[in-house]
T-cell receptor
Framework: SQQGEEDPQALSIQEGENATMNCSYK?????LQWYRQNSGRGLVHLIL?????REKHSGRLRVTLDTSKKSSSLLITASRAADTASYFC????????????FGPGTSLSVIP | DVKVTQSSRYLVKRTGEKVFLECVQD?????MFWYRQDPGLGLRLIYF???????EKGDIPEGYSVSREKKERFSLILESASTNQTSMYLC????????????FGPGTRLLVL
């Protein structure tokens, strides 16, 4: 069953602009993660935010988590063409901590 | 750096063939996973394993089996390939000390004719 749902499904921006992607989920979580996937490749882990955290930064990435709304956002600042990829949120399956459930992803295109 | 490798990047098989997809990780991770990825459906968990010789069904295990004879290697087996198993297959691993973070291989794109 799908836990996380990203929004929008696709996003196209100009290089230098900021990109914001959102993730909504259905049940309580211990943590939420964001992954990136370049075309035809495996996923790469970007950042993990725990349920007791509200915001986390890593380089040009900023992740927020609102557990009351069951939602998270990923902000990429000053985007580059190399940021073109699909981005997935993933939540832990609350009953089984070793599993994660991935959303369908947001496809980001950064136009040079 | 964690490295997860998959035996093939691209594979073409015929309906009814037995297909083996191999995955090897070099970080002594306890947990290993097999997903398939299809457009619009995201990643779906097929099987996972917490330890050698242990396996657990994921969300879509039908038509698949797995083998974990060694800690570093997790194999996905399609007993009799069908066209609806054409997909991208992704292997991942994680440690029991930080199970939430999974490390992925590059994927195998399988085409079943």
């Amino acid at each position: 069953s799908q836990q996380g749902e990203e929004d929008p499904q696709a996003l196209s921006i100009q290089e230098g602009e900021n990109a914001t992607m959102n993730c909504s989920y259905k049940t309580s979580i211990n943590n939420l993660q964001w992954y990136r996937q370049n075309s035809g490749r495996g996923l790469v882990h970007l950042i993990l935010i725990r349920s007791n955290e509200r915001e986390k930064h890593s380089g040009r990435l900023r992740v927020t988590l609102d557990t009351s709304k069951k939602s998270s956002s990923l902000l990429i600042t000053a985007s580059r063409a190399a940021d073109t990829a699909s981005y997935f949120c993933a939540t832990d399956a609350f009953t089984s901590y070793d599993k994660v459930i991935f959303g369908p992803g947001t496809s980001l295109s950064v136009i040079p | 750096d964690v490295k997860v490798t998959q035996s093939s990047r691209y594979l073409v098989k015929r309906t009814g063939e037995k297909v083996f997809l191999e995955c090897v990780q070099d970080m002594d991770h306890e947990n290993m996973f097999w997903y398939r990825q299809d457009p619009g459906l995201g990643l779906r968990l097929i099987y996972f394993s917490y330890d050698v010789k242990m396996k657990e069904k994921g969300d879509i295990p039908e038509g698949y089996s797995v083998s974990r004879e060694k800690k570093e290697r997790f194999s996905l087996i399609l007993e009799s390939a069908s066209t609806n198993q054409t997909s991208m297959y992704l292997c991942a691993s994680s440690s029991s000390s930080l199970p939430e973070t999974q490390y992925f291989g590059p994927g195998t794109r399988l085409l079943v004719l």
